[in-house]
């Protein structure tokens, strides 16, 4: 996390296509197992019979890893409690009577610290890794019956589907926090239903003399928890510095949104087409509310941009609003590292091609003919959902993970101006993180939101 942590430094030097690579293979061999045996420990309650009986592989013989076993769950569960302790105080302070005498800047650094040792905390599972003792990535895929029963009437008929005027939740904020000249809020949902899963959450972000600010919603990219790792500062952060108020949204079962038992992401990658099909069509509901709030508070345009599995959801926002009401449209686009050919990417790329989701689909009985059932509700349409000239696009010559051929593509159909569309010799998690380092494209897309 230093890395991105000091992104602006270390760009010119770290942030080219070797970085990419580097990035996938410690994703595959190191980022997942370690998640899913820190996660795998929080849904045995720590037991370490259990745990064993988790992972399917005996430890050692020997007394001694037993013991090393209990002792590294202990600590693991310490983080935890240390974590669920610091949120419920936070959320008291916050969202209690009395803020007043309270001193929520403390109570924002506590949390966000045992947050971070708690993430942190996959670390501790190495001796495992090194021992290969890491359990595997928890798949159950659906098969195209289960998936037919959820979404096949929301495919024949998606513009009722993506409908953010049916939603009955309402949004709650709380106090405001002013650190630095800078105002922090967060925003959660009250009245969704179970089947809704863990309730909507939002970082609110703007300069304190900021007034009727201009509004930039961001949808972060599979497993990036902003909000539960210090220090993380990428380029929707500029956002702030140019004056504008940041809302960043926290995806299903990522940060406060993570069912017990996985890690940030985990359902999106396991379940297969349920759980993409799921979170894009879940998340751009509950952007479409955050536009809507946004325009509630008073001031300028709302602009929207997403990066990866975030600009995937923010593409079909766009283009569901198009039967919506003005109030949850967005005014202005921002697409980093997308595709225009959603349905395929669980076949594609070569994420996919490493975990062997495609072998994995075809097993649960998968076929092209069927994923393609249900790109009404994640593929984006052939006509641009906004004037091409508030459209803007950040892609990478050496993206393996959403060929740059199908971005293209996607740019053309809409018809974009050339300058809106950047094209940068880097990969699919440089293209992004080089920003800070090289903002001028983001600078751009705000500019554009700002003369609105």
């Not at 270390?10 to 970085?19: D, H, T």
Request: net charge neutral.
């Amino acid at each position: 996390m230093k890395l991105l942590r000091q992104a602006e430094r270390v760009e010119p030097f770290v942030f080219r296509p070797w970085f990419d690579r580097l990035t996938l293979r410690g994703i595959l061999d190191w980022f997942q197992p370690l998640s899913r045996a820190w996660s795998l420990a929080e849904a045995v309650d720590y037991d370490p019979a259990d745990y064993v009986a988790g992972i399917g592989k005996p430890l050692p013989p020997g007394p001694g890893w037993e013991r090393g076993l209990a002792l590294l769950l202990g600590r693991a569960e310490e983080q935890r409690h240390e974590w669920v302790g610091a949120d419920r105080r936070w959320q008291e302070g916050f969202f209690g009577a009395d803020a007043a005498s309270i001193d929520l800047v403390a109570l924002e650094a506590a949390r966000m610290g045992a947050a971070d040792r708690f993430m942190n905390a996959r670390s501790l599972f190495l001796p495992l890794k090194l021992l290969g003792r890491l359990p595997p990535l928890s798949w159950d895929i659906a098969t195209p019956e289960k998936l037919g029963t959820s979404f096949d009437g929301a495919a024949a008929d998606p513009v009722r589907f993506l409908d953010p005027t049916q939603a009955t939740a309402k949004l709650r904020q709380t106090h405001s926090m002013i650190e630095g000249g800078v105002r922090h809020r967060w925003i959660t949902a009250e009245g969704q239903s179970e089947n809704d899963g863990a309730p909507l959450w939002a970082r609110v972000i703007e300069p304190v003399d900021a007034v009727d600010p201009p509004t930039l919603v961001f949808l972060h990219g599979i497993s990036m928890e902003t909000d539960f790792w210090a220090g993380f500062n990428d380029a929707a952060m500029l956002a702030v510095k140019q004056g504008f108020r940041l809302i960043r949204a926290e995806g299903p079962g990522h940060g406060r949104r993570r069912a017990p038992g996985t890690f940030g992401g985990e359902e999106v990658l396991s379940t297969g087409p349920f759980g993409f099909i799921n979170y894009i069509s879940r998340h751009l509901l509950e952007a479409a509310l955050l536009i809507a709030w946004a325009r509630g508070q008073g001031g300028g345009p709302v602009g929207l941009a997403g990066v990866s599995l975030g600009g995937l959801t923010a593409q079909k926002l766009a283009c569901a609003s198009r039967h919506w009401p003005d109030a949850y449209k967005p005014d202005a686009l921002m697409l980093m590292v997308v595709s225009g050919r959603v349905s395929t990417l669980k076949m594609g790329g070569r994420l996919a091609g490493e975990m062997r989701l495609p072998e994995r689909l075809a097993k649960a009985g998968w076929t092209d003919d069927l994923l393609r059932r249900y790109a009404p509700l994640v593929e984006p349409e052939r006509d641009a959902p906004l004037p091409p000239e508030r459209i803007f696009m950040l892609l990478g010559v050496e993206d393996e993970i959403m060929p740059i051929s199908e971005g293209r593509a996607l740019a053309r159909d809409w018809r974009l101006p050339d300058e809106n569309v950047t094209i940068r010799p880097q990969g699919h998690f440089t293209a992004y993180l080089g920003l800070p380092a090289a903002p001028q494209p983001f600078f751009q897309f705000l500019q554009r939101i700002k003369h609105l």
